[in-house]
């Protein structure tokens, strides 16, 4: 032991956000508690901490439905034991369009066929669920009573918590350099503080997996962007379990929020962050309020609430989020190096697939097997081309709004 930092280890979680904190927890859950994570600011201080915290769990692909699935069931079981801030209000997804309302119909054929409370909703029902809504242009809307909203860092707190008890070891202040490998595998990690001799490491760095990933020639291709929402005040017809909701064709979304509203978009041409621009270090940080970007979202957002017209806003929160170049994420061993584990890009729904995206990578690491078809989020699925700064900084421009986007 250096100032508590172990000499050795099992297994190296890079980074203590939640998905460092998932990971962890997965790993000492499966007997495994000999995990260090290592985070370089203070638990949760990258992006988790300004999350939405919304839970959803939309797809037409079934193996994004189990994930979903999987971290709902995690979210209600910590919240048995922890204040982790769960608010089970369901969610309405909105359509302003024919071809919406149908991609509906096939996202609630796949969610039902695997056991998932979904149905369609007409517009009546919508308004008697969201009384401050405009629903003038709907076709209709899906309801997803499972859905909800978490305080991501209590939810992370509670995974960090409960690993602990379990054996984990949690170090902050203590920054990863690299890992360090013997014969094409991973043989520990270099530090700020020193060597950890380790047999598996597992890069949950967030925007900053990227940049880790290199310093192995490991690509990882991702780029955080600014992402945004509004907090106002108070608003009639708001109350503590409204549900949340998303209008797609208006690529904005909301939640209630002491008595108010939290309204955020997935915008077009959204705006990437260059990670050296950003002031060091970046703990607990935002961007600049950038109402410029957001203003045609908050126009969506008055037209779907009109009240919202007359009502302040508190503050427009701006945190970088990293997306994808194909807005998924990356579970995966990086091709050519054994051991080395990748989950990170996940792309603004990293609070919602935590549960069971932790959960998979945990099972690989420890039984050899996720357990689940993960080719959807394969690093091979990209080439070193695609990890080349100039061409993420194009792509993921289109990012937040592929998110939204019909057949996902
Ligand atoms: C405005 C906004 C709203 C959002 N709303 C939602 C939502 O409603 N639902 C949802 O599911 N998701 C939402 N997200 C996305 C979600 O917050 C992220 O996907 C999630 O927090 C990512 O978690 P993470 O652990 O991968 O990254 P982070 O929380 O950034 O954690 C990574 C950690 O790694 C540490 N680190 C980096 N490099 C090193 C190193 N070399 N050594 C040691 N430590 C290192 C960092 O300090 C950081 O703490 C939102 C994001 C934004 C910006």
């Known amino acids: 032991m250096r100032g508590g930092l172990p000499t050795n280890t099992r297994i190296v979680v890079i980074g203590g956000g939640v998905i460092g904190a998932s990971v962890a927890w997965h790993l000492t859950r499966l007997g495994c508690p000999d995990v260090v994570v290592l985070e370089r600011g203070q638990i949760g201080c990258g992006t988790t901490w300004h999350s939405a915290g919304n839970i ?9 439905v189990e994930i979903y699935a999987q971290s709902a069931s995690v979210v209600a079981e910590l919240d048995q034991r922890h204040t982790i801030g769960w608010r089970p209000c369901g969610r309405v997804m909105l359509a302003r369009t024919q071809e919406r309302f149908q991609e509906f119909e096939t996202i609630i054929r796949t969610l039902q066929r695997q056991g998932t409370p979904v149905e369609s909703i007409s517009p009546a029902e919508v308004q008697a669920k969201l009384p401050l809504m405009n629903t003038d242009d709907l076709v209709g809307a899906l309801w997803s009573p499972g859905d909800g909203r978490v305080d991501p860092t209590a939810l992370t707190a509670a995974y960090c918590r409960e690993a602990k008890q379990n054996g984990a070891r949690f170090f902050e202040g203590v920054e990863v350099k690299q890992a360090l490998t013997e014969k094409g595998a991973v ?8 060597q950890i001799k380790c047999e598996v490491v597992v890069n949950c760095a967030g925007m900053w997996a990227r940049d880790l990933g290199l310093r192995n020639h490991i690509d990882i291709p991702l780029y955080a962007v600014e992402h945004f929402y509004a907090l106002t005040e108070t608003l009639d ?3 503590p ?12 979304y909301g939640r209630e929020e002491v008595g108010g509203l939290l309204v955020g978009c997935f915008d077009r041409e959204a705006l990437p962050v260059r990670l050296s621009d950003l002031p060091t270090p970046f703990e607990f940080g935002l961007l600049n309020e950038n109402w ?3 203003l045609p979202y908050m126009e969506q957002a008055i037209h779907r609430i009109p009240a919202l017209a007359d009502c302040g806003v508190r503050t ?16 995966d061993e990086a091709p050519g190096l054994k051991n080395y584990f990748v989950l990170a890009g996940l792309s603004s729904s990293g609070v919602t697939r935590s549960g069971g995206m932790g959960g998979a990578l945990a099972r690989w690491i420890v039984e050899g097997d996720p357990g689940m078809d993960l080719s959807r989020y394969s690093l091979k699925r990209f080439g070193p081309e695609h990890n080349e700064e100039s061409f993420l900084r194009q792509q993921v421009r ?9 057949e996902r």
């Open 237 to 239: 017809d708001t109350y």
């Open 241 to 252: 379990q409204m549900p949340t909701f998303r209008d797609p064709d208006g690529l904005i």
């Open 398 to 406: 289109d990012m937040p709004s592929a998110h939204f986007g019909l």
């Open 316 to 331: 427009l929160v701006n945190g970088p989020e990293s997306f994808t170049p194909d807005a998924e994420a990356h579970l």
């Open 56 to 64: 959803v769990r939309m797809s037409t692909d079934p193996v994004a």
């Open 187 to 194: 043989s520990g990690v270099e530090t700020d503080q020193g």
């Open 292 to 294: 410029d970007q957001f």
